[in-house]
């Protein structure tokens, strides 16, 4: 059993910054490819930022330069700090594992990003 839980989110003003954590539980942290995905009212999940096992990061076309996907295996976490936050940053941000021997995916339950002024 794999358990998710993301902290971090907030308020903050257009051009603040956050940094996003979510604590794994469970023995595949460290095989498992994380990543960062976050839902607006009205639209898509999306993908955010990934980083594989070995490191390998990639990232939404919309906050390249912006935001960095990182992990620490020995604390069983991955984070995501955001800096230049604009408006349309704005959702709930998941974070999700997946395990690439048995090919599960796990979910957190998310937290609130709000951009405002």
């Known amino acids: 059993q794999v358990q998710l839980v993301e902290s971090g989110g907030g308020l903050v003003q257009p051009g603040g910054s956050l940094r996003l954590s979510c604590a794994a539980s469970?023995?595949?942290?460290?095989?498992?490819?994380m990543g960062w995905h976050r839902q607006a009212p009205g639209k898509q999940r999306e993908l955010v930022a990934r980083i594989t096992s070995g490191g390998s990061r990639n990232y939404a076309d919309s906050v390249k330069g912006r935001f960095t996907i990182s992990r620490d295996n020995a604390k069983n976490t991955v984070y995501l700090q955001m800096n230049s936050l604009k408006p349309e940053d704005t959702a709930v941000y998941y974070c999700a594992a997946t395990d690439p021997w048995y090919g599960g995916d796990y979910w957190g339950q998310g937290t609130q990003v709000t951009v405002s002024s």
């Open positions: 469970g023995s595949i942290f460290s095989r498992a490819a």
